[in-house]
Nanobody, 125 residues
Framework: QVQLVESGGGLVQAGGSLRLSCAIL????????MGWFRQAPGKEREFVAA????????YYADSVKDRFTISRDNAENTMYLQMNGLRPEDTAVYYC??????????????????WGQGTQVTVSS
């Protein structure tokens, strides 16, 4: 049984920073490509960032490029999303996801098999 446990969400003012964490339990972390997605009220879930199994390849949504950084520590079985320069439009529930072991990760939510419970990020103006 694979379980993803997220933490780090909260309320922050525009321009501020947050770091989200996602711990994977039950299987070796290096088995998976990893991704972050988010869903705002009334909107569909959207891709934020993803990283291949060894961390060499990363992809970002245009809306977060140069502000967010995805990283992983395979020894600690944990993935991170450092979010800087937060904007009110970044407000959403953020989900981490684990998918098949790929060098180049997918941007598509359907390609991910396991999901965290979600953590709320709220950015005030």
């Amino acid at each position: 049984q694979v379980q993803l446990v997220e933490s780090g969400g909260g309320l922050v003012q525009a321009g501020g920073s947050l770091r989200l964490s996602c711990a994977i339990l039950g299987r070796p972390f290096s088995t998976y490509a990893m991704g972050w997605f988010r869903q705002a009220p009334g909107k569909e879930r959207e891709f934020v960032a993803a990283m291949g199994w060894n961390g060499d390849v990363t992809y970002y949504a245009d809306s977060v490029k140069d502000r967010f950084t995805i990283s992983r520590d395979n020894a600690e079985n944990t993935m991170y999303l450092q979010m800087n320069g937060l904007r009110p439009e970044d407000t959403a529930v953020y989900y981490c996801a684990a998918g098949p072991r790929r060098f180049r990760p997918s941007r598509m939510s359907n390609d991910y098999d396991y999901w965290g419970q979600g953590t709320q990020v709220t950015v005030s103006s």
